[in-house]
């Protein structure tokens, strides 16, 4: 979905699922149906097969991000997303009832979902990779990594900013290109200390987590936030901003810090007084152990099945 709703556009989504619904081939007698989009949800009327859905986002553009989202968009449609508010909240609230059973991706967006839809659900974790993300041997620990998609809310600014002052690298990983974002190379074009790249292989990304002092996340509200279990993966610690799913991830002070606001001078303060030697690579990467992805598959395999019962005893 777009990063606001209105009762038109949210209208001619649920339309265009119905016709998926009703005509796409591929979804003739499954098994069982994960739907990640609340508007998809609209799909189970028609299917009529066990359902999950997996919520990663607690529709935040409507509900717990809705005020500084409606912050960036034109002033006259502002307008209409304020009055159809209501509205949109009624329609997913009842989406998100209709599948057998309910995941979400952290302990936060479970509360949000709670709070804005009343929805009971599980939380299930996104998984990482240790095969691909591990520890090396002698790190470097000589600079600061940020890794994140190019995008407001992921507040990079807030990093350029306390770098700017500091005599700490940092690298920034950012984006869908290999090219780096041309606006953040401009920004940081005047520090040398900050490094802007675009996306990098997975063998790269790995060795830059694994040879950081730490790596840095400022996004708002973050979901969940993979970043840093990827990070505790290769034996890294990490700072982000007390906010979201950074709370759990980060949840004692062996894995990381969390940084209050004003998270310039607080991330400033952070990166000064950073130490990495006190902190375990085998401590963060047991850590990391608990999202692996053979845990995430057995449990899925389990509410699949929860699914399945749940809806052969309701037909």
């Known amino acids: 979905m777009p990063e606001y709703y209105t009762r038109r556009k949210l209208e001619r989504a649920l339309y265009i699922r119905r016709m998926f619904a009703k005509t796409l081939p591929e979804l003739r007698n499954p098994k069982v149906m994960i739907y990640h989009c609340s508007v998809d949800l609209v799909m189970i009327d028609e299917l009529k097969t066990p359902s999950i859905y997996y919520d990663h986002r607690a529709s935040r553009p409507v509900t717990f991000m809705f005020h500084e989202i ?6 006259l449609l502002r307008k209409l997303v304020i009055r159809d508010r209501p509205w949109v909240l009624e329609k997913l609230k009842e989406l998100k009832h209709k599948p057998d059973i309910v995941l979400t991706n952290s302990k936060f967006i479970q509360r949000m979902d709670k709070k804005y839809f009343d929805l009971d659900s599980y939380v299930l974790h996104p998984p990482v990779d240790l095969k691909v993300f591990k520890p090396v041997k002698n790190p470097t620990r000589d600079y600061f990594l940020s890794v994140q998609r190019v995008h407001w809310q ?40 900050i490094t802007v790249l675009g996306r990098v292989p997975d063998y790269k990304l790995r060795s830059l987590y694994a040879n950081a002092k730490a790596v840095i996340q400022t996004g708002y509200y973050e979901d969940f936030g993979l970043v840093p279990v990827e990070a505790m993966a290769c034996g890294t610690p990490s700072i982000v901003v007390n906010e979201g799913g950074f709370k759990e991830t980060i949840h004692n002070g062996s894995l990381g810090i969390r940084i209050r606001r004003p998270y310039v001078e607080n ?5 000064e007084n950073f130490d990495p030697d006190k902190y375990s690579p085998k401590t963060l990467r047991k850590e990391a152990e608990k999202y692996s992805l053979e845990k995430f598959t057995e449990k899925m395999k389990e509410y699949i099945e929860l699914a399945k019962e749940i809806h052969y005893a309701k037909n």
């Open 267 to 271: 991330l400033k303060r952070a990166v």
């Open 70 to 75: 409606i912050k960036h968009i034109d002033p």
């Open 154 to 193: 992921k507040r990079i600014e807030l990093q350029i900013e306390a770098f700017k002052e500091l005599d700490e690298k940092l690298i920034i990983v950012c984006g869908s290109s290999f090219k780096p974002d041309e606006t953040l190379v401009e920004l940081t074009r005047d520090y040398d200390n």
